[in-house]
């Protein structure tokens, strides 16, 4: 391997600038050409191509997004478009991929690897939803925005004795919710992997008031069966003692300066991905495996949901008092 060639693809997620600076620079450091693919599969496509330097990458470590910037692309997905893809990786000279990106993107990367281009894919995305490791590269600083916005919410909802519908974002996953949940004391979680009739929000909400809270806040991942809308005017109709509020928190959460812990792990992924390319293994994943980075076969993370914590689930309802 001389060339490698970088890429993020799909949704953003903060800490893909210092994932995308860690392999460049780890690439260098082993005497290889690092470069750069604009807009992800789309970029592939369009040979949007860049080599890049040291300097290139510097200043990006500190930067939420992704400076090659990132999308989601529907040709890539057909056998012409993949067999386009090779045919300008093989006419820029590039010989294998790091790929920054969710689930979608690393399916991707592993149709790829079956047609023999060298592939590690990198997990990124705040919704912490692919198997096979325990964190992806953004959910640190998307849950630490949460939890930002929670805490000022609370301001305001004991102010005014109101209960808070906050929606997160995390497609079907519900790990956004439960831990934010969990660490801003909120009265209620309902996520997707577990049924929530809507009788134990309303007891809940009901409790909260008789006991005597100035707030409840209602935690509602964005793939729950119940719409934090839709809870949040069968709540009012119940007249439970709370006036009650919607605050659908969206893209912020994907934005913002990566935390310390996601530049860390992103650091770490990138350089690992470097380190298996050069030892020959290809069609994986970096995965963090307690502290330990390992490769993890793609086809045994893609399209396989991870399992949320039940017991994540006990102690949001236990400690919500
Ligand atoms: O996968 C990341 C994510 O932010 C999900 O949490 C959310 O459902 C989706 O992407 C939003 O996608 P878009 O940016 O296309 O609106």
């Given at each position: 391997i001389h060339t490698i060639g970088v890429m993020t693809s799909g949704g953003d997620s903060p800490g893909m600038n210092p994932g995308i600076r860690a392999v460049v620079r780890a690439g260098l450091a082993n005497g290889l050409r690092v470069i750069g693919i604009e807009d992800g599969y789309e970029g592939l496509l369009n040979a949007r191509?860049?080599?890049?330097?040291?300097?290139?990458?510097?200043?990006?470590l500190q930067r939420g997004g992704t400076f090659l910037r990132t999308a989601r692309s529907m040709e890539f997905k057909t056998p012409e478009g993949q067999r386009k893809a090779i045919r300008n990786l093989n006419n820029a000279g590039?010989?294998?991929?790091?790929?920054?990106?969710?689930?979608?993107?690393?399916?991707?990367?592993?149709?790829?690897?079956?047609?023999?281009?060298?592939?590690?894919?990198?997990?990124?995305?705040?919704?912490?939803?692919?198997?096979?490791?325990?964190?992806?590269?953004?959910?640190?600083?998307?849950?630490?925005?949460?939890?930002?916005?929670?805490?000022?919410?609370?301001?305001t909802a004991s102010s005014h004795n109101r209960a808070f519908l906050v929606e997160t974002m995390g497609r079907?996953?519900?790990y956004l919710a439960v831990q934010a949940g969990i660490i801003t004391g909120a009265e209620m979680v309902v996520v997707p992997e577990f049924e929530t009739p809507f009788e134990?929000?309303?007891?809940?909400?009901?409790?909260?008031?008789?006991?005597?809270?100035?707030?409840?806040?209602?935690?509602?991942?964005?793939?729950?069966?119940?719409?934090?809308?839709?809870?949040?005017?069968?709540?009012?109709?119940?007249?439970?003692?709370f006036?009650?509020?919607?605050?659908?928190?969206g893209h912020v959460q994907r934005g913002g300066k990566p935390t310390a812990f996601d530049r860390f792990l992103a650091t770490r992924f990138g350089v690992k991905a470097v380190e298996f390319l050069l030892s020959g293994q290809t069609g994986v994943m970096t995965g963090l495996d307690g502290r330990e980075i390992v490769p993890v076969p793609l086809s045994q993370v893609v399209s396989r949901p991870r399992t949320l914590s039940e017991e994540y689930m006990k102690m949001a309802r236990m400690l919500a008092r």
């Open positions: 191509f860049k080599e890049l330097g040291a300097r290139d990458v510097g200043g990006i590039i010989d294998a991929l790091v790929i920054l990106g969710g689930d979608g993107s690393l399916t991707g990367g592993m149709a790829l690897a079956a047609q023999g281009v060298p592939v590690v894919g990198i997990p990124a995305s705040i919704d912490n939803d692919i198997f096979g490791t325990d964190m992806c590269i953004g959910v640190d600083t998307a849950l630490n925005t949460i939890v930002d916005a929670i805490n000022k919410l609370r301001d079907h996953c519900g134990e929000v309303a007891t809940a909400v009901d409790e909260a008031y008789k006991r005597g809270k100035l707030h409840c806040i209602i935690v509602v991942a964005e793939g729950a069966k119940l719409n934090a809308t839709e809870l949040a005017q069968k709540l009012e109709e119940m007249k439970l003692g006036d009650t509020r919607v605050t659908v928190l």
